[in-house]
C-alpha cells in the first residue's frame, strides 16, 4: 500500500534555536539533511506572548521550505494526582490565540502533548512495576484514591480527560492534535493497561485503544537500536489504528532516540558502532519497511535535535 510518510524531530532546546539565526538556519538545514517534514517545538505555555517575534520569524522560516512546526508541551504534573491540567490547557488557549493573532504562514500546524503516566518524582500513585492485574484493592493501599487498583484508574482517566479537553480546543481551532505515547501501554508487566471511560462507562478496555480516538498523530516512543525490536513495540498500536476508518485513524509514528546518557542499546547516541547519523538513518529505513505495511502507519520521529546536531556522520 502506497504511504506518504512524515517524519517527526523533536526540539526541546527552543530559546537558543528561536532567538537565534544562526540557529535556525542549522536547523532548517539539519532537518533537511535528515527528510524531517514535522518539527515538534518545545513551547511553554506562557512563551507563546513572551517570545511572539521570535516564534513568527523561526514559524515563517520553517513554511517557506516546507516543513509544518508543532507546539509541544507535557508534565507529570499535569495530572489529576498532581497540580492538574489547567496550565497544560492554558498553554493550548495561549497556543490558539497565538494563531488567532499571526499571518498563516507564521502559524503552528498543531499541538503534541507529552504527559506520561508513570511514577517519577514525588508523583507515585501509578505504582510503578505492577501490572494491572496485581494492583491492590485493599482500602488503605492507595496514595490518591482509597486502593492501588484506583490510583491508577483515575490516573487514566486523567490522561483521557486532559486528550479529551485539548482535542475539543485544537479542533475547534482547525489544528492537529498529537500525542507522544510511552511503547509498553500493551504490555505493562506482561498486561494491558486498560481502564473504563468516562468514569461512569460499563466498557474497559486498553487505554491506547481509548486515545487511538482522540488524536490525530499516535507518537510511540518506541526507542531500541535494533530495529526488529523497536518495530514489536509499534505493531499492535498500528495495527490497531489499521482497522478504524480511514477517515477518523490517526497516524501512528515510531520512534528513535539518539541522545547521550539514556542508555546502551536503547538510545543510538550511548550505542557503540551505532552512534552515527547514517546508521540511525540505515535503521530507519529497516523500521519504516518493517511498518509499511500497516494502513495506519505515518513514519518516524528522531528524538532529539540538540543530540542530532552534534551527532558524527
Known amino acids: 500500500m502506497a504511504h506518504t510518510l512524515a517524519r517527526g524531530l523533536w526540539i526541546w532546546n527552543t530559546a537558543s534555536i528561536i532567538t537565534s539565526q544562526t540557529g535556525t538556519s542549522q536547523l532548517i538545514t539539519g532537518a533537511q539533511q535528515a527528510d524531517v517534514t514535522d518539527l515538534y517545538l518545545y513551547t511553554a505555555p506562557e512563551s507563546y506572548a513572551s517570545t511572539k517575534p521570535q516564534l513568527q520569524t523561526f514559524i515563517a522560516s520553517a513554511t517557506e521550505v516546507g516543513l509544518r512546526v508543532w507546539g509541544l508541551d507535557g508534565d507529570r504534573a499535569y495530572f489529576g494526582d498532581a497540580a492538574g491540567p489547567s496550565n497544560f490547557y492554558h498553554g493550548i488557549d495561549n497556543l490558539t490565540a497565538y494563531n488567532d493573532a499571526v499571518a498563516p504562514n507564521e502559524r503552528f500546524f498543531g499541538f503534541q502533548a507529552d504527559n506520561e503516566p508513570s511514577d517519577q518524582g514525588d508523583y507515585t500513585s501509578f505504582h510503578n512495576g505492577i501490572p494491572d492485574s496485581a494492583l491492590s484493592t485493599a482500602p488503605g493501599s492507595g496514595l490518591w484514591q482509597a486502593t492501588q487498583a484506583l490510583d491508577r484508574e483515575m ?6 480527560s486532559m486528550h479529551t479537553t485539548a482535542q475539543q480546543v485544537l479542533h475547534a481551532h482547525g489544528l492537529q492534535f498529537g500525542a507522544a505515547m510511552p511503547w509498553w501501554t500493551e504490555n505493562y508487566e506482561g498486561g494491558e493497561l486498560s481502564v473504563s471511560f468516562p468514569g461512569d462507562s460499563n466498557e474497559r478496555k486498553g487505554i491506547m485503544k481509548y486515545m487511538m480516538g482522540l488524536v490525530d498523530e499516535f507518537v510511540i516512543m518506541s526507542y531500541n537500536t535494533d530495529p526488529a525490536l523497536a518495530a514489536a513495540r509499534v505493531d499492535a498500536q498500528a495495527a490497531y489504528a489499521s482497522t478504524m476508518p480511514a477517515a477518523s485513524r490517526p ?4 520512534s528513535v532516540e539518539v541522545t547521550q546518557g539514556i542508555g546502551p542499546n536503547i538510545s543510538y547516541g550511548d550505542t557503540a558502532g551505532k552512534d552515527f547519523k547514517t546508521v540511525v538513518m540505515n535503521d ?5 519497511s518493517s511498518l509499511m505495511n500497516y494502513a495506519a502507519f505515518g513514519g518516524i520521529a528522531i528524538h532529539q535535535w540538540s543530540a542530532w546536531e552534534t551527532m558524527p556522520t
Open 155 to 160: 490516573l487514566m482517566r486523567s490522561w483521557l
Open 251 to 254: 497516524r501512528v509514528y515510531a
Open 284 to 288: 530507519v529505513a529497516t523500521l519504516t
